[in-house]
């Protein structure tokens, strides 16, 4: 039978750089940086560490492929180390494999840190967008033209179009979703874009992929994360306030969606799936009470308003109702992208799911500064990589 | 002489011609024509493939032994182009395929040898294709003549619609206009030689001993269909052969589409067919380098294939450019700056290419024969009913489609922004990530209905990279 992640790994140090167009940083001084951060903060040294996993997107630029750009920065004394790749979702496959790690018994304390260094390539977008590169050689002749924004345009269109909203309804919806982000991020100093930005701004903003504009799409960043893990009943030996492992789940696209035309491209259904598996392994009957925050994966504005409804917060079709009273806003029932989520503190691929346990670490540990939240409890991330229809999405579950 | 054994002639035909035209309304357009211009992502081999796909319409493809393409503009110098056609045409494995190219009469070289290759025996249908995209210098007096299209005609010796009575050829050698290895564009000496020494000499010499031989005079012709290289021309041969301009002869197409080529002689008799009658008698005459003329003899067959994709619907479907450049940027004769800058796309792989030439040219999927449902591109395992490897081959090329979603993506890469990304729902069951071509940006909306037309990706490194997109469904 098997059993669940819950309470068998805590978190009991984490890192992060300040993420953004780091035109002076390379991938080694990142990494260097948000480990440093990470070790401070759990207060161990490089030989307590017992093996590390690393989550790093692309190959092509920032470390390469492999692992030794990163094992050698660190000077790691010949210890394993795990490359992992997921798209989008790499950082917190990173940490999962890690806490899957010690939870089996192998390792008492280990690594997890993502890093990406997006910025070196010289145009605007992800440096693949131009060929997402998802279907490997296929990509190269089939689907050369896909892009990000494109992808994620569809679901607005179609989400739009199931529910009726117009497209002046629609795109204000989810320019209330991105101007509170711009909002929080200014309460973040390592956040990449920190200026408030108005609802009438992001309506007024120039088109990437209609209906979707500027501001509807996240900020492409350089950075790095980390997270130190150990056994839940070693964590209080390192400090007093680790932060549990409730749930990491992952659900990866089955076919259906991009194939199948049962698939209505307004919802999102491995978010659906992965958010039923880890409220299922974190023991939440109902997440709309019982959840403290989100850091969801808002690479675009109408990804966040579906997550909504497919992680059970909102009901189908009336994520708007929530948006439009506020709930997910930093003083909301519910605050998500409190640290200002991937579209203000930036989208380093790699880091972007350790990022998000970051936030979340710091606010359970009242750490959070200017926008510390009252007396958290438990929060989720929701990290997604790959287009609406073919994706993989990781939920995670920490609390006290 | 006529007299052949069995009938022997056209059972079928089709054409295209592409959306864009440079007409008046266009800026930076002086002619007073209007001239049909291929799309940025087409070429001699996709609006081949769109003219035999609609001379194909119900017709059976493993009935078809042969397709010849004719083109004086083919994509690739040394590799088959006929058999890109070939393929994506959905021509089985067992189709010779051949490549008629170098002459503005490649075309009607390719008609001829398909009857004789019927006649022969060597095969019972072939198709042949013939489709050109000269590109004019900018400003050259050609420039207001060339269009753009392609016309496919079924040759075979049963159901004929069109019964072949007589042909007859000769060369004549002289360059009068040419297009040597390496030149970007056609050259030409004095127009006086051209013209009277060639095209008004040569070609009525060809048709008075076809006509004379077959005690036949201009009056007992139904209909002339006759290359001309311009309009002017058009109208000094039909006078000097005789033919009464109104009732007489084919219209030439100058105004609306242009001097499309190796493509030319066959598509005006592909329009001339349109409106044809049981016995009417029609005259084809091609010129180039010599000339050659057929006399054919309309059949009852013809009312069992009134082509609706023939030319005149197309010649009616059509936008016409705003501007100059982007034609000019469409045919690279200006390097513009792309509106973002984005990484160059990589090189396909010609052995993955050839891996996928199902699910790519021929753009086949699959049927799960346990559940019905049809599905691209082709799987192992049944997207529904999860059986494996239980399938039958399923055509999407000719499936009609409607928009589900779809974005306008200015980000991504193409020549003609936004690029119109759509998730499309085939009738009949199926679905597909899909580029939009030959739209309005305007009137994309959900539901649209579409129809697939292949197109060329992108070049690079001397590989071009065809497959399938989607479009509105041309009238």
């Not at chain 2, 398909?114 to 400003?139: C, E, H, N, T, Y």
């Not at chain 2, 085939?426 to 994309?444: A, C, E, L, N, P």
Request: aromatic share 8%; charged share 25%.
């Amino acid at each position: 039978m098997a059993e669940s992640i819950k309470d068998k790994v805590a978190i009991i140090g984490m890192g992060c750089t300040k993420f953004g167009e780091l035109w002076d940083k390379s991938p080694e001084d990142l990494i260097i940086e948000a480990y440093k951060e990470t070790m401070e903060d759990a207060g161990i040294e490089k030989k307590d560490i017992q093996a590390a996993w690393l989550g790093s997107h692309l190959d092509d630029i920032s470390i390469g492929r492999g692992v030794i750009i990163f094992s050698m920065a660190l000077k790691l004394p010949f210890i394993p180390v795990t490359r992992t790749e997921n798209f989008c979702a790499t950082g917190t496959e990173a940490l999962r494999g890690a806490c899957y790690a010690v939870a089996s018994g192998a390792y008492d304390i280990a690594l997890a840190l993502g890093v990406e260094k997006l910025k070196d390539v010289g145009y605007a977008g992800l440096p693949e967008s131009g060929n997402l590169n998802m279907e490997g050689t296929l990509g190269r002749f089939t689907t050369p033209a896909r892009t990000a924004p494109g992808a994620y345009a569809m679901m607005a269109t179609g989400y739009f179009a199931k529910y009726g909203l117009s497209p002046e309804d629609g795109k204000r919806t989810l320019a209330k979703i991105s101007s509170k982000s711009h909002h929080n991020g200014t309460l973040n100093p390592k956040a990449h874009l920190r200026r408030e930005v108005s609802v009438e701004d992001v309506m007024k903003a120039p088109i990437i992929a209609w209906p979707l504009g500027l501001y509807d799409c996240c900020g492409v960043s350089d950075g790095a994360a980390a997270a130190i893990v150990t056994r839940a009943d070693m964590a209080k030996n390192f400090r007093p306030d680790p932060v549990y492992v409730k749930a990491l789940q992952i659900a990866a696209s089955s076919g259906e969606e991009l194939l199948y035309t049962d698939y209505d491209y307004a919802h999102v259904e491995t978010t659906y799936r992965a958010g039923i598996a880890a409220y299922r392994e974190a023991g939440i009957k109902n997440p709309r009470e019982e959840l403290s925050m989100m850091e969801t994966h808002d690479c675009f504005s109408i990804n966040e308003l579906t997550q909504y409804e497919d992680l059970g917060i909102s009901p189908r079709g009336r994520a708007k109702e929530d948006v439009d009273a506020g709930f997910f806003n930093i003083d909301g029932k519910i605050p998500n992208e409190v640290d200002g989520g991937l579209k203000c503190f930036g989208h380093p691929i790699g880091a972007s799911g350790l990022r998000m346990v970051y936030e979340i670490y710091k606010q359970l540990q009242g750490k959070a500064g200017p926008r510390q939240l009252k007396d958290p409890k438990i929060g989720l991330t929701h990290n997604m990589g790959g287009t609406p229809p073919s994706c993989v999405v990781a939920v995670g579950i920490v609390g006290l | 002489m006529g007299g052949t054994q069995m009938a022997i002639g056209i059972t079928s035909y089709g054409a295209y011609l592409p959306w864009h035209r440079l007409g008046p309304g266009t800026n930076g357009w002086t002619a007073r024509t209007e001239r049909a211009v291929a799309s940025f992502d087409e070429d001699s081999i996709t609006m081949a493939v769109a003219a035999a796909v609609n001379c194909l319409d119900g017709f059976h493809r493993q009935d078809i032994q042969a397709l010849y393409f004719a083109s004086t503009t083919p994509p690739y110098k040394e590799k088959s182009n006929a058999t890109t056609v070939s393929v994506a045409a959905d021509l089985p494995f067992e189709t010779l395929s051949m490549d008629f190219s170098d002459s503005l009469r490649a075309g009607t070289a390719a008609l001829q040898a398909a009857i004789d290759a019927v006649k022969g025996g060597s095969a019972k249908q072939v198709l042949l294709v013939a489709a050109d995209m000269r590109v004019p210098q900018p400003r050259s007096e050609f420039e207001p003549v060339f269009g753009d299209g392609a016309a496919a005609l079924l040759i075979g010796n049963s159901k004929v619609a069109v019964q072949l009575e007589d042909s007859y050829a000769v060369s004549h050698e002289m360059l009068d206009v040419w297009r040597a290895d390496g030149d970007a564009f056609v050259r030409t000496w004095e127009d006086r030689f051209v013209i009277e020494e060639g095209y008004l000499k040569i070609l009525p010499q060809v048709i008075s001993k076809l006509l004379d031989r077959n005690k036949l005079s201009s009056k007992d012709i139904t209909k002339a269909v006759l290359y001309a290289p311009d309009s002017r021309r058009h109208r000094e041969m039909v006078r000097k052969l005789g033919f009464d301009l109104e009732t007489q002869v084919q219209e030439p197409l100058f105004s609306t589409v242009g001097n499309t080529g190796a493509a030319f002689a066959p598509m005006m008799l592909a329009a001339a067919l349109e409106k044809a009658k049981a016995g009417d008698r029609i005259l084809l005459a091609n010129y180039g380098n010599g000339a050659d003329a057929f006399l054919f003899r309309v059949t009852e067959e013809i009312e069992a294939i009134r082509n609706s994709r023939g030319v005149g619907s197309y010649v009616e479907s059509k936008r016409i450019l705003p501007d100059y450049e982007t034609y000019a940027v469409w045919r690279g004769l200006i390097d513009k700056a792309p509106p973002t800058r984005r990484p160059p796309i990589r090189t396909p792989s010609p052995s993955a290419m050839h891996r996928e030439e199902s699910k790519n040219l021929r753009f086949h999927g699959i049927k799960c024969k346990r559940c019905g449902y049809p599905q691209y591109p082709p799987q192992r395992v049944c997207t529904r009913c999860h059986a494996k490897d239980e399938f039958e081959d399923y055509r999407f090329s000719d499936k009609k489609a409607k928009v589900f979603t779809y974005a306008l993506d200015r980000l991504g890469p193409t020549l003609d922004p936004p690029l119109v990304v759509s998730v499309i729902d085939f009738d009949g069951g199926g679905r597909m990530f899909s580029i939009m071509t030959d739209r309005d940006v305007d009137k994309v909306e959900i539901g649209m209905p579409l129809e697939m037309t292949f197109r060329k990706f992108h070049s690079s490194e001397g590989i071009h990279n065809y497959y399938w997109k989607c479009m509105p469904v041309r009238a």
